[in-house]
Every structure is written in structure tokens, then in C-alpha cells.
């Protein structure tokens, strides 16, 4: 069996395993989410570490427009991942395919990454008073009030998990333009709702 068909059959019982366990507390920090109220924190190795310094880089500030705030993944954390991407498919094709079917896994395999890139060149997180956009994995934009903001956990993989009364939740990126500003926001919004 060749090594695109393996590999997709790991990312498939992956998914079918991280997914619906993603529901609950015990198993997110198992897998490494912190809760961000609590003042956890995300730590990692040399290598979490420098790959946290590139995709960090790019503005401080949030872009204002409309009335809104807006924050983008910054252009480190775009760089990261279409780099990381692109040695992953170079990867495949170096080694090569041995029949049909590992032509329609890698085929697959660049349809998804072809997609995650676009995701991560596209997404922005927008704040207007209470009302909180972001694109969401499906590139919809969703729509929450932070007045119902619940939980905010940091992954460590650099994103938030946000979860709102309503029982939705929200994965956003950590490296956005503005940063601190959004965590500022998020941090302020749940220690009012906590009141």
C-alpha cells in the first residue's frame, strides 16, 4: 500500500477520533488546551517556540474598518503554513506513487491542502461592540454575541477555542494581526459575563 493512501487513512481515523471527543474539557486538555481565564499557559519546545516567533510576525494593531475592529492571520502564520504545506506535498511526489490509488489520495490530500491554505489566507475575526465574525473551517461567516462569551482555551497548536452559551463554539487563530488586542477583548468579555 503506498504511503499517501497510509497517510490518509491516519488523517481519516484521526479525524473520526478528535472531532466528536473535541466536546469534551477532559480530553481538550489532554490534547493541550489551557483555559485561558485561568492563566494557563501554552508552553512547547524550541521548535513550538520559533515557529511561534514566525507566524507572530507582522502588525500590532487591528485594522479598523466599517466601525470594527478586524484582525487577520498575520503574514507569519500565512508563510508557515503554505511553506509547511508546500514541503508536504514535495514530499508526496518525491515519493512517488505506485498505482492509481495513491494518485487519487494525493489528490485529495491537495484539495484539503489547497483549502487550508486558502482558509488561513482568508480569515479574519471582526468585533463591533458585542458582536463577534469570524470565518469559520467551512469559510462561512458565523456570528456570536461575546456578551454570551462562556470559556476562552488556548490550543497548542495556536488557536483559541471560544464557547458561548448558546452551546456554539468558535476555533479562531491565535496569530492575528492585533493579538493583543483581541485577547484584551476576549479577557474583558468574559470576566464581565462572569459578573
Known sequence: MGSSIMLLQLILIAAVVYIPLMR??????LVGFKDMARGDHVGGGFEERCVHIISK??????????????????PGVRLVITA????????????????????????IIV?????FVYYAWVFQVRIR????????????????DLSRLQRVEQDSSGGYRLEF?????AYIFRYVNGHGIL?????????????
Open 24 to 29: 469534551f474539557r477532559a480530553f481538550r486538555a
Open 57 to 74: 510576525a507582522g502588525q500590532d494593531s487591528a485594522v479598523e474598518a466599517d466601525g470594527a475592529l478586524v484582525f487577520r492571520t498575520t
Open 84 to 107: 509547511l504545506v508546500a514541503l508536504l506535498l514535495f514530499q508526496f511526489v518525491i515519493l512517488g506513487f505506485a498505482g492509481l490509488a495513491d494518485i487519487l489520495a494525493f489528490l
Open 111 to 115: 484539495a484539503a491542502a489547497i483549502w
Open 129 to 144: 461592540d458585542t458582536e463577534f465574525r469570524w470565518i469559520d473551517w467551512l469559510l462561512r461567516e458565523r456570528v456570536q
Open 165 to 169: 452559551d448558546s452551546g456554539g463554539a
Open 183 to 195: 485577547k484584551d477583548f476576549l479577557t474583558a468579555a468574559l470576566s464581565i459575563n462572569r459578573r
